[in-house]
């Protein structure tokens, strides 16, 4: 049971490249999420998706894109990394019987 | 809006204590209210969930307590142990699935 699996783990990026990030659940999870974790920040949440085909932005969406072409997969991308982009993305998913939240194991970005 | 607190931001104990980590919410419409552990350099981990309709939820050592009216929940930790140490993270969710994340409490279990 997989659970929910992030790619890729490590990345680094020279400012201006772009890069997207994998997320998928075999959970049939509808709400799908993403977040950036930097130290003394605490865990911001980037975009969202509560089903296929649906994204919103969240309370830091500035730079990234996302995309929810199928239900199991989550895409995050940045189409010109900056510096500022360097953090650890968390991608979590939950279903709605329970509300319980699941999450990657996180993708670690440097941006020189 | 809906702002979770969590007191003490650091707690340092010796092995073998029980040990008691808050999480306050100031506002009570919440639908549920789940507790993270999360190793250095590593992702979250839930610990237990505890839906609006509950009082607590058990698991091994781990109790979690939620008072609605109150704005508050307590992570119990019983028999500590240097696997324990760690930092814990609550978080609320609205009706709409919106999750307000506390800022941890970073927790070390002395042997």
């Known amino acids: 049971n997989a659970g929910v699996t992030q790619t890729p783990k490590f990345r680094v990026l020279k400012t201006g490249q772009s890069m997207t990030l994998l997320c998928a659940q075999d959970?049939?999870?509808?709400?799908m999420y993403w977040y950036r974790q930097d130290p003394g920040m605490g865990l911001r949440l980037i975009h969202y998706?509560?089903?296929?085909?649906?994204?919103a932005k969240g309370e830091v969406p500035d730079g990234y894109n996302v995309s929810r072409l199928k239900k199991q997969n989550f895409l995050l991308g940045l189409e010109s990394a900056a510096p500022s982009q360097t953090s650890v993305y968390f991608c979590?998913?939950?279903?709605?019987?329970?509300?319980?939240?699941?999450f990657g194991e996180g993708s670690r970005l440097t941006v020189l | 809006k809906q702002e979770v607190t969590q007191i003490p931001a650091a707690l340092s104990v010796p092995e073998g204590e029980n040990l008691v980590l808050n999480c306050s919410f100031t506002?009570?419409?919440?639908?549920?209210l789940q507790w993270f552990r999360q190793d250095p350099g590593k992702g979250l981990t839930s610990l237990l969930l505890?839906?609006?309709s509950q009082r607590e939820q058990t698991s091994g050592r781990l109790n979690a307590s939620l008072d609605k009216s109150s704005g508050r929940s307590t992570l119990y930790i019983a028999a500590s142990q240097p696997g324990d140490s760690a930092t814990y993270l609550c978080?609320?969710?609205?009706?709409?699935?919106?999750?307000?994340w506390g800022a941890g409490t970073k927790l070390i279990i002395k042997p």
């Open positions: 506002d009570s419409a919440i639908y549920n």
């Open positions: 978080a609320v969710s609205d009706s709409n699935y919106q999750l307000i």
């Open positions: 979590a998913s939950r279903g709605t019987a329970t509300g319980e939240l699941f």
């Open positions: 959970m049939n999870h509808e709400y």
């Open positions: 505890i839906q609006s």
């Open positions: 998706s509560v089903g296929e085909g649906t994204t």
